[in-house]
């Protein structure tokens, strides 16, 4: 929308492009660092008008490419390159980044994203049932896609004593299937909230979970229930329950300040009762501040 990106340049980041006339292609001048499919990469992304240059660069400053390759944390190291590099757009680095270290692609790109636009948007925002709860309604089904290492049981379980419903939930596994349906018809009916986990155990009742999800009448099911779903990512989890549902995850956190974060977001830090409750608030704060760091760098350390 704002025109910033030439269409064969994004075209070469997603695809690599390819090399036409290869037979007839020079050879790699510096087979000593450089291999051979890189040459290849760099003679591909050359046929742009902004990298025609690129491979008369490379036998010219070899050093500064060699350096380049071989440094751990090459996204970082652009302005070491020569000039002919260090004046192209942040998009076209990527394209650099792409050629000569394809494997650290992902980071170049958060590096990107965070530049141009903010930092926020390569951060997972904090996980918000509120928010979510609110974007649902009583035929719509709330699904919580599973990540190793996280349960969103006490979270949920929490929030549904905040808002006063009664909850209740089974995981699902062979022979299940009955009494589940029997839960969901009577939450439907009173309207409490029925939670059913690890869908993805449960394949061959899928199908009648979708059936249950299709037939829900907004005239005739309580206002106030809601049914909650668990399930790990599966490709037998039903699509047009995924279509109609409210999805959300929560993912394990990256990083000190992700950890921190999410410990200070968590029950009962969180709440304002059980923070401001100590008289000594300054020691308080700080204990609290070093339990967490702990925390967060043990977790790091996993």
């Known amino acids: 929308g704002y025109n910033k990106m030439d269409p064969d340049e994004w075209r070469q980041l997603l695809t690599g492009g390819v090399l036409l006339n290869a037979d007839k292609a020079p050879r790699n001048p510096c087979k000593a660092w450089l291999d ?6 760099i003679l591909t992304v050359a046929q742009l008008p902004a990298f025609r240059n690129l491979p008369k660069d490379v036998t010219e400053q070899p050093k500064a490419y060699q350096a380049f390759i071989e440094h751990p944390e090459p996204h970082t190291m652009y302005s070491h390159l020569s000039e002919y590099c260090t004046e192209m757009t942040g998009f076209q680095k990527l394209l650099i980044l792409r050629t000569l270290r394809l494997d650290k692609l992902v980071p170049g790109i958060s590096q990107f994203v965070a530049k141009e636009l903010d930092q926020k948007y390569i951060e997972p ?23 190793p290492g996280v349960d969103p049981m006490l979270s949920l379980l ?9 909850v209740d939930s089974i995981s699902l596994g062979q022979g299940q299937g009955p009494h589940a349906e029997r839960m969901v018809a009577a939450g439907q009916k009173d309207g409490y909230w029925i939670v059913l986990q690890n869908c993805h155990l449960y394949v061959s009742w899928m199908i009648v979970l979708e059936k249950i999800v299709e037939e829900m009448d907004p005239k ?12 790990y990512p599966s490709p037998h989890f039903p699509v047009l329950i995924l279509q109609n549902g409210v999805k959300m995850t929560n993912e394990p956190p990256k990083g000190l300040r992700a950890n921190m974060v999410q410990s200070y977001l968590a029950d009962p830090i969180s709440d304002p009762e059980f923070f401001d409750r100590c008289r000594k608030q300054p020691v308080w704060r700080k204990m609290l501040f070093g339990l967490c760091f702990l925390h967060a760098w043990l977790q790091e350390r996993r």
């Open 125 to 147: 925002p904090p996980f918000d049932l509120e928010g979510t709860f609110n974007d649902s309604t009583n035929t719509s089904p709330l699904i919580f896609i599973l990540s």
């Open 158 to 166: 929490k929030f549904a004593d905040s808002k006063g419903r009664k």
């Open 220 to 231: 005739v099911v309580n206002k106030k229930f809601r049914l909650w779903l668990t399930s």
């Open 36 to 41: 051979d499919k890189i040459w290849e990469g």
